[in-house]
Nanobody, 126 residues
């Protein structure tokens, strides 16, 4: 069982930036497929980004593509998500997730990882 703990959320002004971190334990980090999801108030949880492997393959939701970066530090067993030009629609609880099996990239928006963190709140003020 993989344990995931997110950090780095908070209140940020529109146009600002934020870096979220996800510390993993209990598994072989470099072999995990890891990603970020978010859930805004009154909405379903949605896919944000995934790090397919330590070789650097990444995929992003269209809503964050071009202003976000997902990356991992295997030495620290930590996954990161940097987001720039944050807008009010980015306000959500952000969840880190991990799975030992690769996601089906053509169905990435339906990916259901087996391990989840508790989430960290990101609030963007206008």
């Amino acid at each position: 069982q993989v344990q995931l703990v997110e950090s780095g959320g908070g209140l940020v002004q529109a146009g600002g930036s934020l870096r979220l971190a996800c510390a993993a334990s209990g598994g072989s980090f470099s072999r995990l497929f890891m990603g970020w999801f978010r859930q805004a108030p009154g909405k379903e949880r949605e896919f944000v980004a995934v790090s397919v492997n330590s070789g650097g393959r990444t995929y992003y939701a269209d809503s964050v593509k071009g202003r976000s970066l997902i990356y991992r530090d295997d030495a620290k067993n930590t996954l990161y998500l940097e987001m720039n030009d944050l807008q009010s629609e980015d306000t959500a609880v952000y969840y880190c997730a991990a799975d030992s099996s690769p996601p089906e990239l053509l169905l990435i928006h339906h990916w259901a990882p087996e391990n989840w963190g508790q989430g960290t709140q990101v609030t963007v003020s206008s």
